[in-house]
T-cell receptor, first 114, second 109 residues
């Protein structure tokens, strides 16, 4: 296992289009997180799953955003009707425990909405 | 509500000297703290952590100090090397991590 994998690495889309990102966590990790990072800021929590259950969503996650983890393995994050303000780095992380241990991050998906 | 704050956006240190990065937090419920390092166009990489039952944790050139009464932690890197140039984030949280804004460290030869 080479770590957390995200696809694509870069995505440029026109405003109003839908985009979907994929994250493959470390295989034995049951927790999967999505974060968003904008320039000059630290990563901001969006949502997380324990196995296939989505346990928490940030108020940052508007109704245009939806995340799934259908079989408790990989996850997808979809943004509908993209806006320029959605341009950011979307980071996925996984961990095997709740708290007390570090989360391992993927390399991120850089989204640019034009 | 910025629960984790890094008040220095940037820091420049000469190679071989000590780098000290600072972080403050407001949530007294936080009991585990982490430092991540991030290079451009990559995800954050875990560096070192500390539990609130300790006040110091050391791993090679990296040492993290925790002052619970002041709600302050710091990361010391000694000696600093050019490869340490990156953005450093402190983070804490239970179910999810809350990150500071980051400090860009530049090590000058």
């Amino acid at each position: 296992d080479t770590g957390v994998s995200q696809d694509p690495r870069h995505k440029i889309t026109k405003r109003g289009q839908n985009v979907t990102f994929r994250c493959d966590p470390i295989s034995e990790h049951n927790r999967l997180y999505w974060y968003r990072q904008t320039l000059g800021q630290g990563p901001e929590f969006l949502t997380y799953f324990q196995n296939e259950a989505q346990l928490e969503k940030s108020r940052l996650l508007s109704d245009r955003f939806s995340a799934e983890r259908p079989k408790g393995s990989f996850s997808t994050l979809e943004i509908q009707r993209t806006e320029q303000g959605d341009s950011a780095m979307y980071l996925c992380a996984s961990t095997s425990h709740a708290g007390g241990t570090e989360a391992f991050f993927g390399q991120g998906t850089r989204l640019t909405v034009v | 509500d910025q629960q984790v704050k890094q008040n220095s956006p940037s820091l420049s240190v000469q190679e071989g000297r000590i780098s000290i990065l600072n972080c403050d937090y407001t949530n007294s419920m936080f009991d585990y703290f982490l430092w991540y390092k991030k290079y451009p166009a990559e995800g954050p990489t875990f560096l070192i952590s500390i539990s609130s039952i300790k006040d110091k944790n050391e791993d090679g050139r990296f040492t993290v100090f925790l002052n619970k009464s002041a709600k302050h932690l710091s990361l010391h890197i000694v000696p600093s090397q050019p490869g340490d140039s990156a953005v450093y984030f402190c983070a804490s949280g239970a179910q999810k991590l809350v990150f500071g804004q980051g400090t860009r460290l530049t090590i000058n030869p």
